[in-house]
């Protein structure tokens, strides 16, 4: 099992940035694939983008491809976020994951999350 705790959410206007962080504990990141998740109010929780342990296979949701951008650095257990032109519908709690798999066409969450971290985008 791994423990996994998100940060850099936070408030910024429409077309500004942030950069979320999620630091792995407790399992063996250097080879377990990563995804980034979000739930906005009264919606479900929707895929935002995935990467492989070394990095080489990347997936964006069609919503945020060419705004954000997932990247990892094994040395740091840790895997980013960055969040590019963000639009007010960007506004959900982002939370971390560990082993996505893909299944039938999408990707399927793994069982290990973080506790998420907000981000609003204001109008």
């Known amino acids: 099992q791994v423990q996994l705790v998100e940060s850099g959410g936070g408030l910024v206007q429409n077309g500004g940035s942030l950069k979320l962080s999620c630091a792995a504990s407790g399992g063996d990141f250097g080879t377990t694939a990563m995804a980034w998740w979000r739930q906005a109010p009264g919606k479900e929780r929707e895929f935002v983008a995935a990467i492989t342990w070394s990095g080489g296979v990347i997936r964006y949701s069609d919503s945020v491809r060419g705004r954000f951008t997932i990247s990892r650095d094994n040395a740091k257990n840790t895997v980013y976020l960055q969040m590019d032109s963000l639009k007010p519908e960007d506004t959900a709690v982002y939370y971390c994951?560990?082993?996505?798999?893909?299944?039938?066409?999408?990707?399927?969450?793994?069982?290990?999350w973080g506790q998420g971290t907000q981000v609003t985008v204001s109008s």
């Open positions: 994951n560990a082993e996505p798999l893909y299944r039938d066409g999408k990707f399927v969450p793994g069982d290990d």
